[in-house]
């Protein structure tokens, strides 16, 4: 996705089982050094090792990033932590979830919690990575990545599309029928989608790459998703008292 002499952005998008979810995997490498971002769960384990062994030694990862609690971005943690010297970043709210997953206890003091207001990591010595807030969307304790070296912003389930055939979204009107549905189920509320609009246009981002699904490419498909997100209503925002009823009572 992104290819320079010291930069590199690797995407995996076909590891998933067809029963499961289809997920996305990246590797951000900067002079030597990688991050791993949402690694997924132990049916992509041994398939998505392999395939970043050869673009860096797994010993040379040295973040593993975690956007949120859910198991196709944790679920393999222990394997991750037991094959490289990584340290693990997620947000404060679900380092005492992980071992519910099989993290061994020995591994535990390679969990880095991140405070509620994101923080900053340095790879390769000076390209210094965004973690940025993004919660409720749809995680109460969520995060992304902003990568300024390539100017890609990594977002988790915002952006999330289902179904589409093509890699890139090159028709965002037809596109937003892979989207829609996922977006006003699983974010939380408007409110929140307007405030990450407001963070995120203080960046200078020329590609939005989701999870799940296809990717915004260049700064005009960029800025027509953040419009659209930004004037969604979701979640609570539809939300009726016929949706609370007891089953069974008229």
Not at 80 to 95: D, G, R, V
């Amino acid at each position: 996705m992104y290819d320079t002499p010291e930069h590199k952005v690797i995407f995996f998008e076909e590891l998933t089982p067809a029963s499961a979810v289809q997920a996305n995997q990246v590797l951000i490498i900067h002079k030597g050094e990688g991050m791993l971002l949402d690694p997924g769960g132990h049916k992509v384990f041994s398939k998505l090792l392999s395939d970043i062994s050869l673009y860096i030694p797994p010993n040379q990862i040295k973040y593993i990033f975690l956007s949120h609690q859910d198991p196709d971005i944790v679920a393999a943690i222990n394997g991750w932590l037991m094959t490289t010297k990584a340290q693990a970043y997620i947000s404060k709210l679900w380092t005492r979830f992980l071992p519910h997953f099989g993290l061994d206890s020995q591994l535990e003091d390679r969990l880095i919690p991140i405070d509620d207001s994101g923080t900053k990591v340095v790879l390769g010595g000076d390209c210094e990575l965004l973690i940025l807030p993004a919660h409720f969307m749809h995680s109460p304790g969520n995060f992304q990545v902003y990568d300024p070296c390539s100017k890609i912003l990594f977002s988790g389930d915002l952006g999330a599309s289902l179904g589409q055939d093509y890699f890139f979204v090159e028709n965002f009107d037809e596109h937003i029928k892979y989207m829609e549905g996922f977006h006003k189920r699983y974010m939380a509320s408007n409110k929140v989608l307007k405030f990450w609009a407001n963070m995120v246009r203080q960046l200078d981002i020329e590609m939005i790459v989701p999870q799940h699904g296809a990717i915004f490419k260049g700064k005009e498909m960029v800025e027509r998703f953040i419009n659209w997100i930004e004037n969604l209503q979701v979640g609570v925002d539809l939300l009726t008292q016929e949706k609370y009823r007891v089953p069974g009572v008229i």
